[in-house]
C-alpha cells in the first residue's frame, strides 16, 4: 500500500520556458552565492570569537542579513511588478527608494549605536552585495560567451 504519490519527473526548465534559460541559471547562481555567503557568515563569525573580537563578526552577519533582505524584497517586488497589469514605473521606483531608505536607515542605526565596531555592518552588505552581483554576472557573461 502505497500513502505518498509517486514523485514527479524532474523539468528542465528551459524547454518550459523557452529563451529564460538564462534566468533559470541566474537563479541557480543567486542560490549558490547566498549559500556561499551564509557559509562565509558563519566563518567571520568563529573567526572574531576566536580573536576576541565577536562584536565585528556578529555586526559582519548582521549586515549580510541587511543584504540579503534587501535582495529578497527586491525580487519579491520585481516579481510582482513583472506580473501587475498596471505596470506604474514611478510608483514601483518610489517603492525601491523607500525599502533602500529603510534598510540605510538599519544600517546607520548599527554603524552609530556601535561606533568602533559599526562599520562592520557595511562591510557586510557590500560583501553580499559584490557577491550575488559577481555571481550573476559570471553566469550572464558565459551565457553571452555560448551564444
Known amino acids: 500500500m502505497r500513502l505518498l504519490p509517486p514523485a514527479p519527473e524532474p523539468v528542465d526548465l528551459s ?57 529578497a524584497m527586491l525580487i519579491s517586488a520585481t516579481a510582482k511588478f513583472a506580473a501587475s497589469p498596471d505596470q506604474n514605473r514611478n510608483k514601483f521606483m518610489g517603492k525601491a527608494l523607500r525599502r533602500l531608505l529603510i534598510i540605510s536607515l538599519i544600517a546607520a542605526v548599527f554603524v552609530f549605536a556601535y561606533h568602533p565596531e559599526g562599520p562592520a555592518v557595511l562591510f557586510g552588505m557590500a560583501f553580499f552585495q559584490l557577491t550575488v552581483i559577481g555571481s550573476n554576472a559570471t553566469i550572464m557573461y558565459r551565457g553571452a560567451k555560448q551564444q
Do not use: C, H, Q
Open 15 to 71: 524547454e518550459v520556458l523557452p529563451g529564460r534559460s538564462a534566468l533559470v541559471r541566474a537563479s541557480t547562481g543567486y542560490r549558490r552565492a547566498v549559500i556561499f555567503v551564509a557559509i562565509f557568515g558563519v566563518i567571520a563569525l568563529a573567526a572574531s570569537a576566536v580573536t576576541g573580537k565577536i562584536e565585528y563578526g556578529a555586526l559582519f552577519d548582521i549586515g549580510i542579513g541587511l543584504g540579503w533582505m534587501n535582495s
